[in-house]
């Protein structure tokens, strides 16, 4: 999937991939189970029926996150994409708890693993597809600026993590004969995948509180400021202040003052805002800009307390 080109590999193309994949795995990991009996390979059978669930819930939130604009929500449908990651931990943390039942049961009562190549073959096959699939998704994430892309990759990435700690396990029990080694890694992948969920969950709560754009894409809005600024000795000409940021999914948004000469005309210090906005979203994608125009004499207050009583 790497020569494909990026403009081709969509969020919603690679989430319907990624609920294909989930479909394969869960066969392959499910038959995987049932002919060696280990619980170790039940739990990762587990964590892609979570893959499947979260895929299906990411592919409805971005199909919602790309609707334009409309009356009762001006700014858009971004946000949507954090309730697919944040479901999505919630679905792992929950899958982590199945998987720690069904280990604790085996601790009490082992029991032996058998056709053990045909369990290790059918798990190190359903790795390689969720590998190939992961590596695709985050590289595009990164293009589109998905959370719900990345989410998806991390969830897949650990999965294989999570595939190749089971196939120790198994490989170790066949050695060794130590049968309770088969549930122990189970309560370890459970571990693992739980920790993953809570913090994808704490991502996506952050998220709907308006978190500021990452520090990277504030020093590029910085930058572009900066290269409009303008003072003759102590006296600025232009000068900006009560700069904020918050993300929304793809979206990233600014709102600033844009100080100039009060005797200016309203045309020319319109067409300066328009190039700092042009600059602006050019140099940050899907960058939305807000510029209130001031008197370089004048200045406002960014929030007040009292504003609120």
């Known amino acids: 999937m790497r020569f494909v080109p990026a403009r081709f590999l969509t969020p919603k193309r ?62 858009g449908h971004h946000k949507a994409e954090y309730f697919s990651s944040g479901f999505e931990g919630i679905l792992i943390i929950a899958a982590g708890l199945g998987i720690l039942w069904a280990a604790g049961s085996r601790l009490l009562n082992p029991q032996p693993i058998e056709q053990v190549g045909w369990g290790l073959a059918l798990s190190v096959a359903s790795s390689v597809l969720n590998g190939g699939l992961a590596w695709t998704m985050l590289q595009a994430s990164k293009t589109h600026r998905s959370i719900a892309l990345e989410a998806d990759a991390k969830h897949l990435f650990s999965d294989v993590w999570t595939s190749a700690g089971v196939l120790v396990g198994v490989v170790l029990v066949t050695l060794t004969g130590w049968l309770w080694l088969d549930p122990l890694v189970a309560m370890a992948v459970a571990l693992n995948i739980m920790k993953e969920g809570a913090r994808l969950a704490w991502r996506s709560s952050q998220g709907l509180m308006d978190e500021a754009v990452e520090p990277e894409v504030m020093a590029t809005i910085q930058q572009t400021l ?46 300066v805002r328009a190039s700092v906005e042009q600059a602006l979203m050019s140099a940050v994608p899907g960058l939305r800009a807000t510029i209130q125009l001031l008197p370089s004499d004048v200045e406002a207050h960014f929030f007040d307390e009292d504003d609120l009583k």
């Open 14 to 75: 690679l989430l319907m991939a990624s609920i294909g994949v989930a479909v394969v795995t869960i066969a392959l990991k499910t038959l995987a189970w049932v002919v060696t009996d280990s619980v170790g390979l039940l739990s990762d059978a587990m964590e892609s029926l979570v893959n499947l669930a979260s895929a299906v819930v990411g592919l409805v939130m971005v199909t919602i996150a790309a609707r334009p604009a409309d009356e009762e929500h001006p700014y």
């Open 226 to 271: 900066d290269g409009f600024a303008l003072s003759h000795g102590d006296t600025h000409i232009i000068r900006f202040d009560h700069v904020s940021t918050r993300r929304a999914g793809q979206r990233r948004f600014v709102d600033l003052h844009m100080h100039m000469p009060a005797a200016w005309t309203l045309g020319r210090a319109a067409a």
